[in-house]
């Protein structure tokens, strides 16, 4: 199964509930190891991420310079990730690599978000 099918399907934009959050999640492009998607988790954000999913890590580079640049991290698989480590690593705020580590959780990459 590739990327973009581990993410619910509900037509149109797709939601999914993680916790007490609503996230809605646009795919716009994917491949078998890739996936182009814009992404609102619930905190007033709209993330334009591209995912590359490795053997044993996920990819995500937050492409928050006018859809052509920004920032990435590297998750290996069933680690528990420190909110605090990777914002220092991204120079980006709690927040957001909250929210972008939530989503490598609901990717069956992360085992728990810590702060």
Do not use: F
Request: aromatic share 8%; proline share 3%.
């Amino acid at each position: 199964m590739n990327l973009a099918d581990r993410l619910p399907r509900l037509g149109g934009p797709e939601i999914y509930k993680n916790k007490d959050l609503t996230a809605v999640y646009n795919i716009i492009e994917h491949g078998e190891s890739h996936c182009l998607m814009e992404y609102q988790p619930g905190n007033m954000t709209m993330y334009r991420l591209m995912l590359v999913e490795t053997k044993e890590r996920l990819v995500i580079s937050w492409l928050w310079r006018g859809g052509a640049g920004g920032e990435c991290m590297a998750v290996i698989k069933d680690c528990h990730a420190d909110i605090g480590y990777y914002a220092n690593k991204m120079r980006i705020s709690k927040a957001d690599t909250q929210a972008l580590l939530e989503l490598a959780k609901k990717l069956g990459y992360v085992t728990e978000v810590t702060d």
